[in-house]
Each structure stands twice: as structure tokens, then as C-alpha cells.
């Protein structure tokens, strides 16, 4: 994924004015009939290439169809029972965000693709993808949330994350770089409500000391200035 400049900006109120969209949510569609969905495989990843490079205007490079199959990720693939082609994909890697010094790391799916060809498209494929795919996230990789970038200018794309459950988190300008030309891109977050819960569960009594103690001396000082 090339990048160029690449910057943060935290959201302004004109850009959550400018992006904001409908998010009635969407239901899971039945697809059985017509369609199946399955975990990708080593004799995927030719047909799943062509797909990316149809819908796609970044090209990824051999070994990024490699760390398809590795232990950290999950890929998914949706097929078209008739003609036996492959029709959407979804591919997400495990990553870990570090949240300072008295916090675990949090255990982050970040989506690297994801596509339906434009002929399958409104049918419930995407939708199906995605639902199956962000179960398996939390079955599989045991993650607390799943991340992804999209395109600032994908206002339907942006629709449909928001209506699944997606949340924007940050603005990052220049991210791609294509076709001689920077594209800002949008953080997009989805949270598992039970990484709370399990953080209950499983705190260290010494982190919590430790991490109370901190907020005690920084109350202490604050007062004394």
C-alpha cells in the first residue's frame, strides 16, 4: 500500500457534517442458494488477485497473497455456485495497538481487503463477508476490535461501514497514493463490546495500583499549581 506524507488529523465538526450518512443497519441476507462463502485457500490466490486487481487501483506485491494463509489472518472468499468463480473477498491480519504503559495492547483485525465484483454487487455478499469475517476475527484471532482505511471520497463505501457498525476515528490526508495523485483516507473502527468485560476479568492488581497511584499524583500536583 503505497503512502505518501502521510498525516493524522483528528476529526473537525465540518468533516463529521461532511461525511455524515444514513446508518439505518442492513440485515444478513441468505445466500445459499446462489452462493458460498468459505475460508481462502493456497488455489485462491491467483483468481483472488485478478479480482483485487479489477476492483482495486493499489497492486499488491506476491508475498502480500502469501500472508494470506498465515496464522494471523483470515480470509474469506465468496463463490458463485454456477460458474464457480469468485466473486467477493475479504482479507484481515492480527496487529497490536499499544495503549501506553498501564494498558494492555489491544488486539486489533485490520481489514486489508475487501471487494465484491460489480456484477454480484447488492445482493447481500459484502454484507455476508463482512459479518462472517469479523466473527471469525473474534473467534479465530481473539481481537477486541477491527480497523480498516477507506477512500475519504468512497461516500457509499462509508455508508455501508457506518450502517454494520463501523465508527470514524481519524483523518488521515495523503494516505494513497495513485494514479499520480494523493487520496486522503478515513480510520473506520469497529469495537467488541466484551474487551471490557475482559479487562475486568483479567486486570493485574499490581497494573491497577499502579495506574491509580499515577492518577493520584497527577490530581495531587495539578492542585498544588
Known sequence: MSKKNQKIFIFREEDK???????????????E????????QKKDLKKVRLLDLQLFPLQYKDDFYDNMLLENSVGLVAIKKETSKIVGVITGRLQFIDNGWFSPKTRQAYI?????????THKGIGF???NIAVNNFQSQL???????????????????YKKFGFKVTNILKEYY???????AALVMVYNNIAREQKLKKTENPLVSF????????????SEQN
Do not use: Q
Not at 486489508?112 to 454480484?120: A, P, Q, R, S, Y
Open 17 to 31: 457534517l461532511e461525511i455524515k450518512e444514513e446508518t439505518k443497519p442492513i440485515s444478513l441476507v441468505d445466500l
Open 33 to 40: 442458494e446462489e452462493y458460498t462463502i468459505r475460508e481462502i
Open 112 to 120: 486489508m481487503t475487501f471487494g465484491v465484483d460489480e456484477k454480484e
Open 128 to 130: 455476508n463477508l463482512l
Open 142 to 160: 481473539n481481537v477486541d476490535e477491527v480497523s480498516l482505511h477507506v477512500r475519504r471520497a468512497n461516500k457509499r463505501a462509508i455508508s455501508f
Open 177 to 183: 497514493f495513485f494514479n499520480n495523485k494523493s487520496h
Open 210 to 221: 499502579g495506574s491509580n497511584l499515577w492518577s493520584c499524583f497527577g490530581s495531587c500536583f
